[in-house]
């Protein structure tokens, strides 16, 4: 597990899906973290799963710098994954930004 530091940029993306497409918005989400973790840029990605809505899922990204975000999304996986999970949302994905204050672990 990488190591976060004070500075690093974290974001959490809330997405809501439809409840017919889990399992494919899981699938794809995967393929789309196991491609984001070898960016430069990334530090962490997760996928995240409400217990007690399934539909429900939280992507936390954390970047290294703040242009990491912008790169990331310049990758043919995150288009790819895009494309392919953009009708599987029940409503748009939102995303909130941070940047952590510490402490490094």
Same mark, same amino acid.
């Not at 409840?19 to 989400?29: D, N």
């Not at 939280?58 to 288009?79: F, G, N, Q, W």
């Given at each position: 597990? /990488?190591?976060?530091?004070?500075?690093?940029?974290?974001?959490?993306?809330?997405?809501?899906?439809?409840?017919?497409?889990?399992? @494919?918005?899981? /699938? =794809?989400? *995967? @393929?789309?973290?196991?491609?984001?973790? *070898?960016? /430069?840029?990334? =530090?962490?990605?997760?996928?995240?799963?409400?217990?007690?809505?399934?539909?429900?899922?939280?992507?936390?990204?954390?970047? *290294?710098?703040? $242009?990491?975000? /912008?790169?990331?999304? @310049? &990758?043919?996986?995150?288009?790819?994954? *895009?494309? &392919?999970?953009? $009708?599987?949302? =029940?409503?748009?994905?939102? =995303?909130? &930004?941070?940047?952590?204050?510490?402490?490094?672990?």
């Amino acid at each position: 597990m /990488a190591t976060v530091q004070p500075g690093y940029i974290w974001v959490q993306v809330n997405i809501h899906v439809k409840p017919e497409c889990v399992e @494919a918005f899981k /699938a =794809a989400s *995967r @393929a789309n973290a196991e491609c984001s973790v *070898r960016e /430069a840029g990334v =530090a962490r990605f997760d996928l995240i799963q409400q217990k007690e809505d399934h539909t429900r899922f939280c992507l936390i990204e954390v970047y *290294r710098d703040a $242009s990491a975000p /912008a790169a990331h999304k @310049a &990758t043919a996986h995150y288009a790819t994954w *895009r494309q &392919t999970v953009e $009708s599987m949302m =029940a409503e748009p994905r939102s =995303a909130v &930004t941070f940047e952590c204050c510490g402490p490094a672990h």
